[in-house]
């Protein structure tokens, strides 16, 4: 189009940018709330009894590398990378993998659920991805998202 510069291209699409913000906002206010529990009991000394068991010692660590390659996929998403969006959706697909392989007890999602109800874990797991699937659909459908990824 006559008038157009590269510089105009370059620019951040509204989308991705509260897609990132979104991204990073709710990682880190879900790392607050696991970590400072306002309303809920006292967990002194909880991380101790449960450093004894090796499964959930696993499962923190993936957890937290989890959070690592979200933010990363956050600043792969702000420089125009396409492989950020492929993390990021990666990091949504991996909680749910994991909460099969476990049978359904994954310690945080399966609180204050009857996890033999499969239907009842289904419709709660679909509940706490609806944020991450907006965000999705901001990075893929409008066209300047996808614009934006596919310059590079």
């Known amino acids: 189009m006559p008038g ?6 370059s ?4 989308p991705v940018i509260a897609a990132v913000l979104a991204i990073i906002v709710t990682r ?8 400072w529990h306002p309303e809920g009991p006292s967990h002194d000394g909880v991380f101790q009894e449960l450093s004894a068991l090796p499964g959930y010692v696993l499962l923190f ?5 989890l959070l690592l390659a979200e933010l990363i996929s956050a ?5 125009g990378w396409r492989s950020g969006r492929l993390i990021f959706t990666g990091c949504l697909c991996l909680p ?7 049978g359904g007890q994954v310690p945080g999602v399966t609180d204050g659920l009857d996890v033999t109800d499969v239907s009842q874990l289904s419709i709660h797991l679909l509940l706490q991805k609806i944020p991450d699937i907006v965000i999705l659909l901001m990075l893929y459908l409008p066209a300047s998202s996808r614009y934006y990824f596919r310059r590079k």
């Not at 157009?4 to 291209?9: C, F, L, S, V, W």
């Not at 620019?11 to 509204?14: D, M, Q, V």
């Not at 749910?96 to 476990?102: K, W």
Request: proline share 3%.
């Open 61 to 65: 660590s993936v957890l937290l590398v």
């Open 75 to 79: 600043g792969l998403l702000l420089a």
């Open 28 to 35: 880190l206010f879900n790392l607050l709330m696991c970590l």
């Open 11 to 14: 620019h951040l699409p509204a």
């Open 96 to 102: 749910l993998a994991m909460a099969g392989i476990f």
């Open 4 to 9: 157009r510069t590269d510089k105009a291209r």
